[in-house]
Nanobody, 122 residues
């Protein structure tokens, strides 16, 4: 069992930056891939970024590529999503997730955090 807790969301102006953090508790976090997903009101949950268990492999949605950076620190059992040049379209609840396999599909992830709200004002 892995428990995940996100933090770092908030209300910012377009063009600003935010850094989301995901703290993991429980079983060995370093053995899991970590994904970031988001869900806007009235929309389906969508993939944002993911990082392999060692941190060597990353993948991004086209909509965030070049603006967002995913990272992890296995020694601290944490993952992070650095978001730069935020746009109003990035407004959503952001979730971190842990799973056995690196994937862009939310169904592949076994453990989820409670989510953190990111609101980008124009």
């Amino acid at each position: 069992q892995v428990q995940l807790v996100e933090s770092g969301g908030g209300l910012v102006q377009a063009g600003s930056s935010l850094r989301l953090s995901c703290a993991a508790f429980g079983r060995t976090f370093s053995s899991y891939a970590t994904g970031w997903f988001r869900q806007a009101p009235g929309k389906e949950r969508e993939f944002v970024a993911c990082i392999g268990s060692s941190g060597a492999i990353t993948s991004y949605a086209d909509s965030v590529k070049g603006r967002f950076t995913v990272s992890r620190d296995n020694a601290k059992n944490t993952a992070a999503l650095q978001m730069n040049s935020l746009e109003p379209e990035d407004t959503a609840v952001y979730y971190c997730a842990a799973g056995k396999y690196l994937s862009t599909r939310y169904a592949e992830y076994d453990y989820w955090g409670q989510g953190t709200q990111v609101t980008v004002a124009s």
